[in-house]
């Protein structure tokens, strides 16, 4: 998280009605969870969903598997759901989204590695 806000890289963390701390970004309403998700697929390139079955569903269902950029060229929009379930990372292919891939390991390592092959 340090590293998304240090680079301005854009997230949404919603939580339930009752789970709304202590981080102040987390968004408690789901509604207005919702929409700035959907303000934020609208616009990626790239979407990572981690360790969260529900929202990495929802998330999957309302990304496009494409965008077309500025100049006109057509682009594909990576999605990935990183989780230790293969139901969950599975979930998103039986539901439509054709476009997930779906990589079933600990989170923890998977950031870890990644944070490694980025030189972070």
């Known amino acids: 998280m340090a590293?998304?806000?240090?680079?301005?890289?854009?997230?949404?963390?919603a939580g339930s009605i009752r789970d709304d701390g202590p981080l102040p970004e987390v968004?408690?309403?789901v509604y207005e969870a919702q929409n700035k998700m959907r303000?934020?697929?609208?616009?990626?390139?790239?979407?990572?969903?981690?360790?969260?079955?529900?929202?990495?569903?929802?998330?999957?269902?309302m990304t496009p598997s494409y965008r077309v950029m500025p100049d006109g060229t057509i682009r594909e929009v990576y999605f990935?759901?990183?989780?230790?379930?293969?139901?969950?990372?599975?979930?998103?292919?039986?539901?439509?989204?054709?476009?997930?891939?779906?990589?079933?390991?600990?989170v923890q390592d998977f950031?870890?590695?990644l944070c490694t092959g980025l030189g972070i």
């Not at 293969?86 to 997930?100: C, M």
């Open 3 to 13: 590293h998304l806000e240090k680079r301005r890289v854009p997230y949404v963390l």
């Open 27 to 29: 968004t408690g309403n």
């Open 39 to 61: 303000d934020q697929v609208r616009g990626a390139t790239t979407v990572i969903c981690l360790a969260t079955m529900l929202y990495s569903i929802a998330v999957g269902n």
């Open 80 to 106: 990935y759901c990183v989780d230790i379930s293969e139901f969950t990372a599975n979930k998103l292919g039986d539901r439509g989204s054709l476009s997930a891939k779906g990589i079933v390991t600990n």
């Open 111 to 113: 950031i870890v590695t």
